[in-house]
C-alpha cells in the first residue's frame, strides 16, 4: 500500500525545511542553474539498453527557480524563502507562497527534494 499523507496546516508547511537531494549535481551558469539527475543503478542501465535512454537528465531552471534552489539547503524554511521571494522580486506574500508551493511540490514529486519538519526549541 501506498505511504499515508498527513493534511498538514499551512503553519506547519511554512515552518518545513526543503533540502535539496544529495542525489542531485548541480551548478550555476550565469543566471541559470543546471540541475543533473545522474541514476546509475541497474534499472536506469537496463533502460537505458532497451531503449537508448541516457542515465542521466539536465533540468535548466530560470533565475527565480535557481534562486529557490539555492535556498533549499535544509537551514531555510518555506516561510524564509517566501520572504526572500517577496523581496527580491516584490511579490506580494501570496504571489510569493502561491508560487513557492507550486515549485517546491514539483521539485518533492520528482525527487529533487525532501521535507525537514522545524525543530522543536
Known amino acids: 500500500m501506498g505511504q499515508e499523507r498527513r493534511a498538514i496546516s499551512f503553519r506547519e508547511w511554512s515552518q518545513q525545511r526543503p533540502r535539496r ?33 541516457p542515465l542521466y537528465r539536465h533540468i535548466e531552471l530560470d533565475e527565480i527557480g535557481g534562486f529557490v534552489w539555492q535556498l533549499c539547503d535544509g537551514t531555510n524554511t518555506v516561510a524564509d524563502i517566501a520572504n526572500a521571494l517577496q523581496q527580491r522580486y516584490q511579490l506580494s506574500r501570496r504571489e510569493a507562497f502561491a508560487s513557492l508551493a507550486e515549485f517546491l511540490d514539483q521539485l518533492h514529486r520528482r525527487g529533487l527534494i525532501r521535507w525537514e519538519e522545524a525543530k522543536k526549541e
Open 21 to 53: 537531494s544529495e542525489e542531485v549535481e548541480w551548478q550555476q551558469q550565469d543566471e541559470l542553474v543546471v540541475l543533473c539527475l545522474c541514476r546509475s543503478d541497474w534499472v536506469a542501465r537496463l533502460l537505458r539498453w532497451l531503449t537508448s535512454r
